[in-house]
């Protein structure tokens, strides 16, 4: 079991059984809640109740899937607390992915102003990233996470278990944030991911407490996302667009294969804007394009992609805001990329087949 002390919590990393009994045990609570889907329901439920033991609970089964991260499903929510009188001192468990944690930690943090939760984080993606740095959130009008807020949650406890009940597109999408985080802020481990046959293949932990650790420094020393957090941005400028695009298609891509497109789109921004080596932007996109394939971009789409972008929540006045690298293991944030610089990083992507 590793643990991972942030300033306000806790980070527990490996079988579930082996932390949480006695975490719950040295907690005094009005009533326990379980906020899980209908997936998270059939395959990682067991597994909580194996470790809650005797505890009564309440589950607050609400349906899967970002298109259910809303106001509707929020009401849901509620109406499972207030039904059960839950009050003050009650508490939530997440039990799910990056959906869950973010509206079930939303709608904990903002019930009767304010009960505690834990984030039980069931896929690679929210193990990695949306389960620590506390943005809680739901979308709105399209929007995504734009009604939300930053509350730090009690604990959080990952098991890699979880992870073996998921397809290997699932996992390869969470494993672009791990390759992200290498390359925003440690070069070595840029390395090592290099040299891997294939990613997860001896085991998930000893690739996901790395990432912990570099998104826990940057979370740490910028957690309302003022300056240097933004650096967990690089990828997604173009991710965002490609995957919002992508979503209105039949052929929907998960987030992390659009975050993987818009590293490579980004990779060679920052060359251009930052000079990062070409030997080095040869070698990310080669690495991009052989573990998660080649998907042509239409350039009919362009267009839409440069209106998404200009939309974004992080941007700042008028310009696009890109979070680029030089050297490897370095990240530059608050940059900004010409329109005809971006059409160029997609057409670069589409020449890489
Ligand atoms: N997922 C990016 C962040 O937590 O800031």
Request: with cysteine; net charge negative; proline share 5%.
């Given at each position: 079991m590793d643990a991972i002390q942030l300033k306000d919590y806790t980070i527990y990393l490996g079988p579930l059984q082996e932390s949480l009994p006695g975490f719950l045990k040295q907690l005094s609570y009005s009533g326990l809640f379980v906020i899980a889907d209908d997936n998270t329901q059939e395959h990682c439920l067991p597994r909580l109740e194996d470790a809650l033991g005797h505890s009564n609970f309440t589950l607050i089964r609400i349906p899967p899937g970002e298109a259910h991260k809303n106001l509707d499903t929020c009401r849901q929510i509620w109406s499972g607390l207030m039904d059960r009188r839950a009050g003050r001192g009650a508490l939530a468990l997440n039990l799910g992915g990056g959906v869950i944690g973010d509206m079930g930690g939303f709608?904990?943090?903002?019930?009767?102003?304010?009960?505690?939760?834990?984030?039980?984080?069931?896929?690679?993606?929210?193990?990695?990233?949306?389960?620590?740095?506390?943005?809680?959130?739901?979308?709105?009008?399209?929007?995504?996470?734009?009604?939300?807020?930053?509350?730090?949650?009690?604990?959080?406890?990952?098991?890699?278990?979880?992870?073996?009940?998921?397809?290997?597109?699932?996992?390869?999408?969470?494993?672009?944030?791990?390759?992200?985080?290498?390359?925003?802020?440690?070069?070595?481990?840029?390395?090592?991911?290099?040299?891997?046959?294939?990613?997860?293949?001896?085991?998930?932990?000893?690739?996901?407490?790395?990432?912990?650790?570099?998104?826990?420094?940057?979370?740490?020393?910028?957690?309302?996302?003022?300056?240097?957090?933004?650096?967990?941005?690089?990828?997604?400028?173009?991710?965002?667009?490609?995957?919002?695009?992508?979503?209105?298609?039949?052929?929907?891509?998960?987030?992390?294969?659009?975050?993987?497109?818009?590293?490579?789109?980004?990779?060679?921004?920052?060359?251009?804007?930052?000079?990062l080596p070409e030997k080095d932007v040869e070698q990310i996109t080669r690495y991009i394009i052989e573990h998660y394939g080649h998907h042509p971009l239409d350039p009919g789409d362009f267009d839409a992609y440069l209106r998404l972008m200009g939309n974004d929540k992080k941007n700042e006045g008028q310009q696009i805001n890109f979070s680029l690298i030089n050297p490897v293991g370095q990240a530059a944030v608050n940059r900004h990329c010409t329109p005809e610089l971006i059409i160029e990083s997609l057409e670069f992507y589409n020449s890489l087949s």
């Amino acid at each position: 079991m590793d643990a991972i002390q942030l300033k306000d919590y806790t980070i527990y990393l490996g079988p579930l059984q082996e932390s949480l009994p006695g975490f719950l045990k040295q907690l005094s609570y009005s009533g326990l809640f379980v906020i899980a889907d209908d997936n998270t329901q059939e395959h990682c439920l067991p597994r909580l109740e194996d470790a809650l033991g005797h505890s009564n609970f309440t589950l607050i089964r609400i349906p899967p899937g970002e298109a259910h991260k809303n106001l509707d499903t929020c009401r849901q929510i509620w109406s499972g607390l207030m039904d059960r009188r839950a009050g003050r001192g009650a508490l939530a468990l997440n039990l799910g992915g990056g959906v869950i944690g973010d509206m079930g930690g939303f709608c904990a943090a903002t019930f009767k102003r304010g009960i505690r939760f834990v984030q039980i984080p069931t896929t690679l993606l929210s193990q990695v990233d949306a389960s620590i740095g506390g943005k809680l959130g739901i979308d709105f009008l399209q929007a995504k996470n734009c009604i939300g807020l930053f509350q730090n949650p009690l604990a959080v406890f990952i098991d890699p278990a979880f992870l073996e009940t998921l397809p290997w597109r699932e996992l390869r999408s969470g494993y672009a944030e791990i390759v992200k985080h290498s390359l925003i802020a440690d070069a070595a481990q840029w390395e090592r991911l290099r040299k891997l046959r294939r990613p997860g293949e001896e085991g998930w932990e000893a690739l996901i407490a790395p990432s912990l650790h570099i998104k826990k420094q940057i979370v740490e020393a910028d957690p309302f996302e003022k300056g240097q957090r933004k650096a967990l941005n690089f990828g997604h400028t173009v991710g965002h667009a490609v995957e919002g695009v992508a979503l209105e298609t039949d052929a929907p891509l998960l987030h992390g294969e659009a975050v993987a497109i818009g590293m490579a789109c980004e990779t060679f921004l920052s060359g251009r804007e930052l000079g990062l080596p070409e030997k080095d932007v040869e070698q990310i996109t080669r690495y991009i394009i052989e573990h998660y394939g080649h998907h042509p971009l239409d350039p009919g789409d362009f267009d839409a992609y440069l209106r998404l972008m200009g939309n974004d929540k992080k941007n700042e006045g008028q310009q696009i805001n890109f979070s680029l690298i030089n050297p490897v293991g370095q990240a530059a944030v608050n940059r900004h990329c010409t329109p005809e610089l971006i059409i160029e990083s997609l057409e670069f992507y589409n020449s890489l087949s």
